[in-house]
């Protein structure tokens, strides 16, 4: 395990120095300077060299990659064109709504999804089995922003009942409306991310259930409760987490699009902000931190599936498909 | 048989859109950047499904929606098939060094979010409909290119692959004689799947303002422009949720139709 563990810790570092790589030169591809970002039209060759010195984008590139490694190994995301702040500030500030967000409505997803796609999937031959798998069929081929659209228009514009969107001015100081601002955006990130879970659940149940040793557990004697959790948990948990752990990466990303349609001031529209204001520090803090986020998340899941199935660690050196 | 009726229904619905599309190419109601159809005037009379805020036909704009939406769909599965298929093989056939070296890259490659990884191509070049294309199939390109080193891997260690290596078969016959008859069912399976997932993604970036720009009226685009008239013109809001819908659903019917059709194992055990 500590050998695997060591592998695996470089590879994440490897690919976070790609990842980090990659943005600079695919941002540094643009064919205008990111210094005209930051004067106005009709400036001067002084004012735009200024903006150059400003920013460094008059240093060689080499100089330039240099620098921007250097920042991000002590954690120094820049500074934003627009507002002048520290990048990596204004995104500690966002990412007190969009964590929380990704948190609760992976929380949601997972309670609802893993005993829908039990049933599903040990039921199949009543009527409610091919029913649940079909919902989750369906929600599957559903943009998560177009349920973000139909829920505000049920519950905040119809009923009344909710907030449309925003999020209080105070952050976290009252949590209740913090949390009422969050509820809307929850459910419907846990409602489409349920969907493509029931699915997982529910083979990995079909899986255990035709399998060769729960039918012995049986014939040993066991309960089908008692085969269930001492055998068939085990087992069908082993895909199931891997796939939690992309699911979990999906959701903070499907945050980036909810957050538009409730107008949450989280790392999405923190993004689309840069994007259109053309602040490329902003930009690239996001991205790096969002990959970092999807990395370690990737990293958990893969440690975490290695304690829970033994045969998994047993052949680590060799361990080629 | 029952991949027969699941593949089936697949093609109804995606045909239904294709159809819509193809229409668009010679006949719309409107000229879909008319606003002369005066604002948000109910469905019904002259314009069929009524109009939107600015006065365009909303029915001309769905369909001119489904021809974008099948191009982008279209258009990045075969930049993220040739790309990911290529890059696959040559995974798949190379030595362990280099086959060590891909397989990594591919996997930072797959985990670089699709999503992020698109809106950084339309951030570095400009929102068009190429932009969309590039940066969906990109992002698809590595998932299609790990498959395909696994399933050629699989070929590979067969032994008659082995028998007709030792008997001078040249690595171009080899793929072409062998390994793609082989590996094209479950790559054509995942492909499909893919131009759902594909379609999905150019929805969220027209929703966020980051596709294929006006004049082009992507669903995602119709949505977003209608998120704020929901309460008058419901419809707006309604239709091309529903068209993404059926779209998805029908290419995801014909992936798991085309799955069944093609390993015959997992006809009887469903």
């Known amino acids: 395990m500590g050998r695997y563990l060591l592998r695996r810790t470089s590879f994440l570092l490897a690919s976070l120095l790609l990842a980090a790589s990659l943005l600079f030169v695919l941002l540094r591809l643009l064919p205008g300077d990111p210094a005209n970002a930051l004067v106005s039209v009709g400036a001067t060759p002084e004012q735009l060299a200024a903006a150059r010195r400003q920013i460094g984008s008059d240093l060689p590139l080499p100089e330039q990659f240099a620098s921007w490694l250097g920042g991000l190994a002590r954690l120094d995301l820049g500074t ?3 507002s002048k702040l520290p990048v990596g500030s204004e995104i500690a500030a966002r990412l007190a709504v969009t964590v929380p967000l990704t948190l609760l409505a992976f929380t949601l997803a997972v309670v609802v999804a893993l005993p829908v796609g039990f049933l599903a999937a040990w039921r199949s031959d009543r009527w409610y089995g091919p029913l649940l798998n079909g919902v989750a069929q369906l929600g599957v081929a559903v943009p998560v922003f177009w349920i973000g659209i139909l829920l505000v228009t ?6 009344r009942v909710l907030p449309a969107g925003g999020f209080p001015r105070e952050d976290w100081a009252e ?8 509820l809307l955006p929850v459910v419907t990130i846990a409602l489409v991310m349920s969907a493509s879970l029931i699915r997982y659940v529910r083979s990995a149940t079909v899986d255990v259930l035709g399998s060769d040793f729960l039918r012995t557990a049986r014939a040993m004697g066991e309960s089908f409760g008692g085969a269930m959790w001492r055998h068939g948990l085990r087992n069908a948990s082993v895909p199931v987490i891997s796939i939690l752990g992309i699911e979990l990466a999906t959701t903070f990303l499907g945050a980036v699009v909810v957050e538009s349609v409730f107008t949450l001031p989280g790392l999405g529209t923190l993004l689309i902000k840069g994007i259109a204001e053309h602040d490329y520090p902003v930009i690239q803090g996001v991205l790096v ?11 958990a899941a893969d440690v975490v599936q290695r304690l829970v199935d033994p045969r998994l660690r047993a052949h680590v050196g060799g361990g080629r498909p | 048989m029952k991949g027969r009726h699941t593949f089936a229904a697949g093609c109804v619905l995606v045909g239904l859109v294709l159809a819509v599309a193809v229409v668009s190419l010679v006949w719309l109601p409107y000229d879909p950047s008319d606003t002369t159809g005066g604002r948000l005037a109910p469905p019904g009379g002259e314009h069929l499904l009524g109009t939107d805020k600015l006065g365009r036909d909303l029915l001309t704009r769905l369909m001119v929606g489904a021809r974008i939406a099948l191009t982008v769909g279209a258009g990045s599965v075969l930049v993220g098939g040739v790309l990911g298929v290529a890059a696959g093989l040559l995974a798949g056939f190379a030595t362990r060094w280099l086959d060590d070296a891909l397989s990594a890259a591919l996997d930072i490659l797959i985990a670089f979010p699709t999503l992020l990884l698109a809106m950084l191509v339309v951030a570095v070049r400009e929102a068009s409909l190429g932009s969309a294309i590039v940066a ?11 498959l395909t080193r696994v399933l050629v891997k699989r070929v590979l260690a067969q032994d008659y692959i082995t028998a007709s290596r030792t008997s001078g078969t040249s690595w171009p016959r080899l793929v072409t004689e062998h390994v793609l008859p082989n590996i094209w069912p479950t790559l054509l399976v995942n492909l499909a799947l893919q131009l759902g997932l594909a379609v999905l993604a150019e929805a969220s970036l027209s929703y966020l303002g980051l596709g294929p720009p006006p004049p ?3 669903w995602g685009r119709l949505l977003q422009e209608a998120q704020a008239t929901v309460l008058t013109a419901p419809l707006g809001a309604v239709a091309p949720g529903v068209l993404l819908v059926v779209l998805v659903v029908g290419v995801n019917l014909v992936a798991d139709g085309l799955r069944d059709l093609a390993d015959p194992t997992r006809r009887s055990s469903r």
């Open chain 1, 80 to 82: 934003s064109f627009v």
């Open chain 1, 154 to 159: 049920v519950f905040a514009l119809r009923l």
């Open chain 1, 175 to 182: 949590p209740g409306r913090a949390l009422t601002s969050l």
């Open chain 1, 289 to 299: 931190v969002s990959t970092l986020a999807v990395l370690l998340i990737g990293f």
């Open chain 2, 136 to 146: 969906i199939g990109l992002a698809m390109s590595g998932v299609v290119a790990r």
């Open chain 2, 216 to 218: 082009n009226a992507s």
